[in-house]
């Protein structure tokens, strides 16, 4: 089976300019990201602040386009796509659920109405809008808030009100951006509850970005993004089973596996503890033995002790960069001034 998303090498880069007298600054987002999810898979997405986390998660779901690679969703490649193509790609392939509840619904709007909008848009009958709407509240545990507006709702209750619109047109894919952000621990419990029944119960593909260390125990695997790449993968490891109740699986027995990520041409990112442990710098000799691939590092290449960058013994580099527009300008009025001044 095809998977529901495949991502090879892609790369967004940002451009900027401070001034007009100052280049365009270039940001790196993403730097060759390769990602694979099949389809109705739960999987979490971790990373540092700066990572790229957020950057896949706009590509994916149509609101950013790659800058190169290939993104396809649903058999869909969306850096081809046109931009109605696109917004009807947002409109019935994917439902988003943000970390800001405000950002999720229309504060006028009652809970009925807001998960009716993108049916309406969808221009799906008045009457099935209705019967969707109440039936996708009746899952969420929100059957008695229907005609509430946001502002009467707790935040975990927007957050549900906020999973019930990012289903209403039946999307293949659903994007949580931080959904338990904002919340504390027991309803940041029942979103993840939630979010694993509409996966196991509607075969609903879920990708959650998350900074909570224990998502682990709710998705199917936890992918680290370092630097715009994939690093790591964690999956669980099942050891044992409650025989007592074979439907009830002993919550004990799990146990978790961090797995080093492959890209397309077998590169890959060794996590920091491990070059720090070795002093492994910017190259590493490859051995393969009976058990597999042995990485030793080599004399000449160390990490740095006060930065942990890579540096070369007996060696060094000296750069110097061509002077700003804004310098040169500076420089020229000078010269004005001064011959100005002579004149007089």
Partial sequence: ????????????????????YHKGVEVVALQGLDLTVA???????????????????????????????????????????????LNLYRLKKVGFVWQQTTRNLVPYLSALENVQIPMRIHHI?????????????????????????PGQLSGGEQQRVAIAVALANQPDLILADEPTGE??????ARIYEILRNINRDLGAT???????????????????????????ETVRVTLAIDHHNKNQQDPEADKYEELL????????QIP????????IGSRVRAEINQEGITLKPVDGHVRSAINRDTTFKDESIYMEEEPVEETRQTLIQKFKNLWRMEGK
């Fill in 1 to 20: 089976m095809e998977p529901l998303i495949t991502c090879e090498n892609l790369v967004k880069i940002y451009s900027s300019s401070i001034s007009r």
């Fill in 39 to 85: 389809q109705g898979e739960m999987i979490g997405i971790v990373g540092e602040s700066g990572s790229g986390k957020s950057t896949l998660l706009n590509i994916l779901g149509g609101l950013d386009r790659p800058s190169a690679g290939k993104v396809l969703v649903a058999g869909a490649n969306l850096l081809e796509m046109s931009a109605e193509e």
């Fill in 125 to 149: 009958p008045e009457e099935q809008c209705r019967q969707r709407a109440t039936q996708l509240l009746e899952i969420t545990g929100l059957a008695d808030r229907l005609q509430h507006l």
């Fill in 183 to 188: 919340l504390d621990t027991i309803n940041s």
């Fill in 206 to 232: 879920l990708i959650i970005v998350s900074h909570d260390p224990g998502i682990s125990r709710y998705v199917d695997r936890v992918v680290l993004i370092r630097d715009g790449k994939t690093s790591t």
């Fill in 261 to 268: 990520m492959l890209d397309s041409v077998g590169r890959v």
């Fill in 272 to 279: 920091k503890l491990m070059l720090d442990a070795l002093n």
